[in-house]
């Protein structure tokens, strides 16, 4: 099955990529399909620690293409200085494509996040600020420019002259600073000439590797929990990571994607505001937080920390068609007290899906099944029959709770960590 989506099955920042990273060295293509700098993961290998927010895991293999696709959101000032960081560190020879159809995230889409985060205040999404709602808002309102019109001044001048007057007005009804059309264009430009070289029609380049019978990863950023639609609305982002959306934002056919692998931790977390039946405001959720680093990679906020809630995998299963799971993060568990959520209470009913309103999600009550805890270090552990019993038991419990074999397993930041279970690509 050579094109396969990863995607994350919880609040998002499951490990998905130290998960592709691993993929990514038998894949010939790498495709990142929604979002933008909103997602953020570190990658370790060598001793070295690589953090990548818009670029793709393929990166650090020169045979691999990877790829920014047109359901993207591009703040092309942070992708540049992305890739000025990634040469830096020695990362010289790689392949790069961004699709022309892929929005431009502009300034004042971050101005404006920041703003309407301010004056919903007690109300707010928790975002990342970086301007990402209100760059997928002017694409659905065809108010954006595309990555496209940074290459032709023609078209760059008619969007520009188009929607600025427009985002104007609405900069100056929070307050903030309007931008001038020549400080915007010249910007544009410059960035147009910086990117021309990777900037290619990517549903035709990743039609031919499908003609070729490469092998493809797409790699979801968020997790199904933030989806647009399937998430647990409004506290979502603005874009759908689930398998579904790779057609459409890709430019290929839906029946090329193949197989659907679901990145969760071995607990759970979130960032930003919203429900989360299973969390632990309490000495374990602080324990699993200091244990597993739980602090964005992009804010830098503390991480929500909860048990493992496999009502939350089977809806993403369920969403989305995950077939096989990774387990991130398993390591982190060791000698913490142990339950998993397995269902919620709702007003006196048991219930295993996620309520479609935040009223009702508020209201339900985690049910848990208690597992036993193991004290054994398993970073070193290079199968699961070297797991200790319950650790075993603990993947057996997941396992049985989502009906999902566990294909991967991880017990540590370093690439070598990632113990193989079932070989998806
Ligand atoms: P936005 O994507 O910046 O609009 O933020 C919307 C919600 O998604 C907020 O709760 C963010 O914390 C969350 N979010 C966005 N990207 C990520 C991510 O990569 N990991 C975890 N949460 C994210």
Redesign the pocket.
């Given at each position: 099955m050579p094109r396969l989506v990863l995607e994350g099955a919880q609040?998002?920042?499951e490990g998905k990529g130290k998960v592709t990273d691993y993929l990514a060295q038998k894949a010939d293509v790498v495709v990142r399909f929604q979002?933008g700098n909103?997602?953020?993961h570190t990658i370790v290998f060598n001793g070295h620690k690589y953090a990548l927010k818009l670029i793709p895991s393929g990166i650090f293999s020169p045979h691999i293409k990877n790829v920014l696709a047109n359901g993207m959101v591009i703040n092309v000032e942070a992708l540049l200085s992305e890739l000025a960081t990634l040469e830096s560190q020695g990362v010289k020879s790689y392949q790069l494509f961004i699709s022309n159809r892929a929005q431009v995230l502009m300034p004042y889409h971050i101005d404006l996040d920041g703003a309407s985060e301010s004056v919903l205040g007690d109300h707010k999404?928790?975002?990342?600020?970086?301007g990402?709602?209100p760059c997928y808002q002017d694409k659905y309102a065809r108010l954006g420019l595309r990555i496209g019109d940074l290459l032709d001044e023609e078209a760059l001048k008619d969007r520009l002259e188009t929607v600025l007057p427009l985002k104007n007005k609405e900069l100056a009804s929070y307050g903030l600073k309007t931008y001038t059309y020549d400080e915007l264009f010249s910007l544009c430009r410059s960035w147009g000439e910086k990117i021309r070289k990777f900037v290619t029609d990517t549903s035709i380049l990743l039609n031919e590797e499908i003609e070729k019978d490469s092998k493809m990863l797409f790699e979801g950023?968020?997790g199904v929990m933030?989806c647009i639609e399937h998430g647990t609305y409004p506290?979502?982002?603005?874009s759908s990571p689930t398998a579904s959306s790779v057609a459409l934002n890709c430019g290929i056919a839906p029946f090329y994607v193949d197989n659907v692998l679901g990145i969760i931790k071995a607990y759970t977390t979130r960032?930003?505001?919203g429900p989360f039946p299973s969390e632990q405001l309490n000495d374990i959720g602080n324990l699993i937080r200091e244990k597993g680093h739980e602090y964005g990679t992009?804010t830098k906020r503390p991480r929500r920390i909860g048990y493992l809630d496999t009502v939350v995998i089977n809806h993403a299963k369920r969403v989305s068609g995950i077939r096989h799971l990774s387990v991130m993060l398993l390591d982190v568990l060791t000698s913490v007290p142990l339950k998993i959520c397995y269902a919620y209470e709702l007003d006196g009913k048991v219930i295993n899906y996620i309520p479609s309103t935040l009223a009702e999600y508020k209201r339900v009550k985690p049910l848990y099944v208690e597992m036993e805890s193991w004290t054994e270090d398993i970073s070193n552990v290079k199968s699961f029959d070297e797991l200790p019993e319950n650790c075993k038991k603990y993947l057996k419990k997941i396992e049985e709770l989502t009906s999902l074999p566990i294909a991967m397993f991880s017990v540590g930041a370093d690439r070598n960590k990632t113990i193989v279970l079932e070989d998806l690509l």
């Open positions: 609040w998002g920042d979002g909103n997602a953020g999404i928790g975002t990342t600020k970086k990402i709602g950023a968020q933030l506290y979502v982002t603005s960032v930003g505001e992009v």
